[in-house]
């Protein structure tokens, strides 16, 4: 697979304190990257490397094969995690503004500017001043902003933080839009929910280092512990769990759900399928609850991070 | 600005229509009639009163003042038995006035007394005013000196109050950006020092376009409105002027001619062209040396209240260039102290253009330019360097140790 950003052993020292150490990331074209990692891990300090904000001390940063060159900011499109538009500027001249800076012409920012008011349905606000929006509608904007010039890469800092729920989905669905019409995305994120409904690849970063990183499938399923949440009922309870615990590793489970069940997490051997388990357990009680457990990107980040 | 002018002009004219009471006892007699009333004082001549009961009338009236000439037996001891008696302290120029009238008075007693008429004090009465030129045949005149001085000084002081109004906008443009947290959005748009560089340069734009609006706006407007309110301000009527009145009267009127000739000259004997291009270099140095500076303090720090610290380091040699523009150009330009604060890079920008008027000998401009230049191109690199590392630091507290790490970053 096409990598479009590939980060090469990048350093960053400020001073004494060595932001990224050695970090290598590669970024496959067309996908959603998620760079994950806790706070002070170098996740924005990278961020602005490939923005051209910062320059590595170390390492080489290559975008579409190229080095990293001025010319490619107008590729590159970034919503900051701390975010702000000049206060007292109109919306639509401000937008225009910000479009032009990117490298697009004055006519065509107009025109993709008025696509993309329609679409979220805020054509009146091109006059008004950024103060006179509420937060989540100056987000909005600063949304707009950051792909109105079409990049190839789009580069999102905590983009959901400060929209409520329908707004977080809007944006949503507009990241997996602008991915499905080409763009590829990385997308930095303490929100673990969301990467598990956006990314295909992530990268974990800890204490300017890299730990872990690859397709979000293959990390699940490195991680997977081949256990099973069980939901069972009968009337003979305790000599069907005995015999469960007999065969099988049992640990107690918490699940919601609406009856009153037997709650267990089984976990089997390789040589054991889960057919295997299901028919036995099929036999012994009535199963209402047969869930692999998958880990979540929640538990493999703080898996991960507290193994490090 | 023009309303606030004109109230100006307005009030001082009103407050020049004030008439002032002197009342006068002079118990020598022969100095109670120098003391003629004028538009603005009205002078009261007290006889038969003692000094007590005098004090208490006038401070009853409410007069401005009372004048007391004790009675003395000779001349000489008059000045040790005058004395002004009034409710608050009397201005300056009132006292001045009386003085010189005194004065006048008693030369003119103890010279009839040694057989000097009056008319032939009057004969000896010169006023000399030699004139000026250079060797190489430039004449000039003592209102050459004041013309030069104020030249100069209206340059001086111009680029001191443009860098510090528009270095000021440049600092608050900068925390601003900060504040509201475009700035990351831009910068990955733009390279700092662009976006420093564009800023002073759109800010000092903004500034002559001002600055050249009111000059025009100014003098087009100020000439209406003093036909308006009918205030001639050649003809403002103050106890100071009556003071400039009567000594050009006592010059005559040809005197008056011949100032005004020489006002003229000494326009035309200024190196105009030489002060118009230096103007326009020097403020350019100046400035942008200036507002770099302005730019790093606003990225150094988060908000306008922590900015307070860095300003003094600033303002200071600014003030100094002032001061030894004002103090030490007019009376020595080409000393040892002009000349060397005419080079200094922080300083140089007012004080060679206060010295300019006086003749400054191109190598000395040039050079003193030179080193500005350097000068502002190193200011503007190490700005950038702080300005760079600044716009995208908050919480720091911006010690100058916390900057000089900056530089490094």
């Known amino acids: 697979m096409n990598n479009l950003l590939v980060a090469d052993s990048v350093s960053k020292n400020f001073g004494k304190f060595k932001a990224l150490n050695q970090v290598s990331i590669g970024v496959p074209m067309g996908s959603i990257f998620g760079l994950l990692g806790p706070n002070g891990a170098g996740k924005t300090t990278l961020i602005r490397i490939i923005n051209q904000i910062t320059m590595p001390d170390e390492g080489h940063v290559y975008l579409d094969g190229q080095s990293l060159k001025p010319e490619h900011i107008k590729d590159i499109g970034y919503l900051p995690e701390e975010r702000g538009l000049y206060k007292s500027m109109k919306v639509g001249e401000q937008a225009l503004y910000l479009a032009q800076l990117k490298g697009m012409s004055k006519s065509e920012a107009k025109s993709r500017l008025k696509y993309w008011f329609e679409k979220l349905e805020i054509g009146d606000w091109w006059n008004k001043k950024i103060q006179e929006l509420s937060k989540g509608q100056a987000q909005k904007i600063q949304f707009i902003v950051t792909v109105l010039h079409r990049p190839k890469l789009l580069i999102f800092d905590e983009p959901f933080s400060g929209f409520d729920p329908i707004n977080a989905n809007l944006i949503k669905d507009e990241i997996l839009k602008l991915r499905d019409e080409g763009a590829t995305v990385i997308f930095s994120t303490h929100r673990m929910e969301s990467v598990e409904e956006l990314c295909d690849h992530i990268a974990l970063l800890h204490k300017s280092n890299k730990i872990l990183d690859g397709k979000l499938n293959d990390i699940k399923r490195n991680f997977k512990t081949n256990t099973f949440e069980i939901g069972l009922q009968s009337s003979k309870s305790e000599s069907v769990l005995s015999e469960i615990k007999n065969s099988f590793e049992v640990l107690p489970a918490t699940f919601k759900n609406l009856n009153d069940d037997i709650k267990l997490n089984i976990k089997i051997n390789e040589s054991t399928s889960p057919n295997d388990l299901l028919s036995f357990l099929t036999s012994k009680a009535e199963v209402h609850h047969f869930v692999e457990v998958i880990p979540t990107a929640n538990d493999i980040f703080i898996q991960t991070v507290q193994n490090n | ?409």
């Open chain 2, 1 to 409: 600005m023009i309303a606030l002018i004109a109230l100006v002009s307005y009030l001082s004219q009103i407050n020049s229509d004030k008439k002032r009471t002197i009342s006068v006892l002079d118990e020598t007699g022969y100095l109670i009639d120098i003391f003629e009333s004028t538009d603005n004082t009205t002078y009261l001549k007290l006889t038969g009163l003692n000094l007590d009961d005098a004090k208490e009338i006038v401070k009853e009236k409410e007069d401005y003042g009372l004048l007391h000439i004790g009675n003395v037996t000779s001349l000489d001891d008059v000045g040790k038995n005058i004395k002004f008696y009034s409710e608050e302290s009397p201005s300056l120029t009132i006292i001045s006035g009386l003085e010189r009238k005194v004065e006048k008075r008693l030369q003119e007693m103890k010279l009839q007394k040694d057989g000097v008429s009056l008319e032939q004090i009057d004969a000896s009465k010169t006023s000399i005013d030699i004139a000026q030129e250079s060797f190489d045949g430039e004449k000039s005149s003592k209102i050459d000196n004041i013309i030069k001085l104020a030249f100069g000084g209206i340059a001086g002081y111009l680029l001191f109050m443009f860098i510090i109004i528009y270095g000021n906008m440049i600092m608050r443009s900068v925390i601003e950006e900060k504040t509201s947290r475009i700035i990351e959005v831009i910068i990955s748009s733009v390279k700092p020092i662009q976006l420093m560089m564009g800023k002073i340069i759109g800010t000092s734009l903004a500034g002559v376009t001002q600055f050249a609006i009111w000059v025009i706006l100014g003098g087009v407007m100020l000439t209406i409105v003093s036909a308006i309110f009918g205030i001639d301000m050649a003809q403002v009527n103050t106890p100071q002027q009556e003071i400039v009145n009567q000594a050009m009267s006592a010059q005559g009127s040809d005197e008056v001619q011949a100032m005004a000739e020489n006002i003229i000259t000494a326009i035309n004997n200024l190196p105009i062209g030489n002060l118009v291009v230096a103007f326009i270099f020097f403020f350019i140095g100046g400035y942008l040396l200036y507002s770099s500076l302005y730019a790093a303090i606003g990225a150094a720090v988060d908000n306008e209240t922590d900015t307070q610290q860095f300003m003094l380091p600033i303002l200071m040699p600014l003030i100094l260039a002032v001061y030894v523009g004002v103090f030490t150009v007019i009376e020595d330009p080409h000393g040892t102290v002009s000349t060397v604060f005419s080079f200094i890079p922080l300083t140089s920008p007012v004080v060679m253009l206060m010295r300019i008027p006086f003749g400054v000998p191109l190598w000395q401009q040039g050079l003193s330019l030179l080193l500005l230049i350097g000068t502002f191109i190193f200011a503007v690199w190490f700005a950038a360097k702080i300005y760079r590392v600044g716009i995208l630091m908050y919480g720091k507290k911006a010690t100058y140790k916390e900057l000089f790490k900056w530089l490094k970053y």
